[in-house]
T-cell receptor, first 111, second 114 residues
Framework: DQQVKQNSPSLSVQEGRISILNCDYT??????FLWYKKYPAEGPTFLIS?????DKNEDGRFTVFLNKSAKHLSLHIVPSQPGDSAVYFC??????????FGQGTRLTINP | EPEVTQTPSHQVTQMGQEVILRCVPI?????FYWYRQILGQKVEFLVS????????KSEIFDDQFSVERPDGSNFTLKIRSTKLEDSAMYFC????????????FGDGTRLSIL
């Protein structure tokens, strides 16, 4: 099932700079997209979401951008902090309740 | 902040044995889910549950799996006869079902089949 893809398994960013995590999808029926953050030995924690009728949603340091024509979304974290080091999952839903997840990107924030 | 709780955190079981994983969803939520993540792989949907019945299930969720809401607070996943390939992290999630409302996840149960 390759409907949601995160092509970068890892990303390293300096503290204070911008982190940009990317996600691509193939199913044009997806209408709701989410980003989750996961620490080791914990479950995914909801971060931010966006409906398909919008192209941007912002919450504090986190902004999600949606480009429907490119079937692409991204998560921007500004400024990046050491506590942001985690695995980030992109997920999507097509009106049904189930979420389809990407493989995750491990973000490391370097001091 | 309310959270989803799962027990046990780690379950070790002999192949062929039955196992029950337990979850307490967020109290005012109406939709409940199980997902799993095999080591090194994606988080995969197993089943969703609403109004005391399964609303959707994946092809993974075969006859060996069942879910139940035995009382007003617990939500369980039973695997009848475990196989080695059932070894994974199992996550419970819940949501209030609103159209743009996220699912909230528990910390998972690590199931190890020997």
């Amino acid at each position: 099932d390759q409907q949601v893809k995160q092509n970068s398994p890892s990303l390293s960013v300096q503290e204070g700079r911008i982190s940009i995590l990317n996600c691509d999808y193939t199913n044009s029926m997806f209408d709701y997209f989410l980003w989750y953050k996961k620490y080791p030995a914990e479950g995914p924690t909801f971060l931010i979401s966006i409906s398909s009728i919008k192209d941007k949603n912002e919450d504090g340091r986190f902004t999600v951008f949606l480009n429907k024509s490119a079937k692409h979304l991204s998560l921007h974290i500004v400024p990046s902090q050491p506590g942001d080091s985690a695995v980030y999952f992109c997920a999507a839903r097509n009106g049904a309740q189930k979420l389809v997840f990407g493989q995750g990107t491990r973000l490391t924030i370097n001091p | 902040e309310p959270e989803v709780t799962q027990t046990p955190s780690h379950q070790v079981t002999q192949m062929g044995q039955e196992v029950i994983l337990r979850c307490v969803p967020i109290s005012n939520h109406l939709y409940f889910y199980w997902y799993r993540q095999i080591l090194g792989q994606k988080v995969e949907f197993l089943v969703s549950f609403y109004n005391n019945e399964i609303s959707e299930k994946s092809e993974i969720f075969d006859d060996q799996f069942s879910v139940e809401r035995p009382d007003g607070s617990n939500f369980t996943l039973k695997i009848r006869s475990t196989k080695l390939e059932d070894s994974a992290m199992y996550f419970c999630a819940s949501s209030d079902g609103g159209s743009n409302q996220p699912q909230h996840f528990g910390d998972g149960t690590r199931l190890s089949i020997l």
